[in-house]
């Protein structure tokens, strides 16, 4: 099992810029994929984004496209999502999670979550 730390969530104004990260506590990071997955109140989760475990391809919620950045720091284990042009509909926990790839993204360890809300 991968532990998993999120951080960077906060309070933010509409428009504005956000970046989580999710630190892995194992070497064997490079060999998942990782990606992100939010939940708002009342609602089911949601995938929003993955990266292989190369870093070669991304994918990306269509809710979140053209505005978010997933990326990956093999040195410090860690994974990035950058959001940009943030909106009150993005408020959500979210959430780090690892997959054999990015087609299984969430079938292996998840962390505990890390709370964005964006005011309007």
């Known amino acids: 099992q991968v532990q998993l730390v999120e951080s960077g969530g906060g309070l933010v104004q509409a428009g504005g810029p956000l970046r989580l990260s999710c630190a892995a506590s194992?070497?064997?990071?490079?060999?998942?994929?990782m990606g992100w997955f939010r939940q708002a109140p009342g609602k089911e989760r949601e995938f929003v984004a993955a990266?292989?475990?190369?870093?070669?391809?991304?994918s990306y919620a269509d809710s979140v496209k053209g505005r978010s950045t997933i990326s990956r720091d093999y040195a410090k284990n860690t994974v990035y999502l950058q959001m940009n042009s943030l909106k009150p509909e993005d408020t959500a926990v979210y959430y780090c999670?690892?997959?054999?790839?990015?087609?299984?993204?969430?079938?292996?360890?998840w962390g505990q979550g890390t709370q964005v809300t964006v005011s309007s």
């Open positions: 999670a690892t997959g054999p790839s990015i087609a299984t993204m969430g079938t292996g360890s």
């Open positions: 194992r070497r064997t990071f490079s060999s998942y994929a």
């Open positions: 990266i292989a475990w190369n870093g070669g391809s991304t």
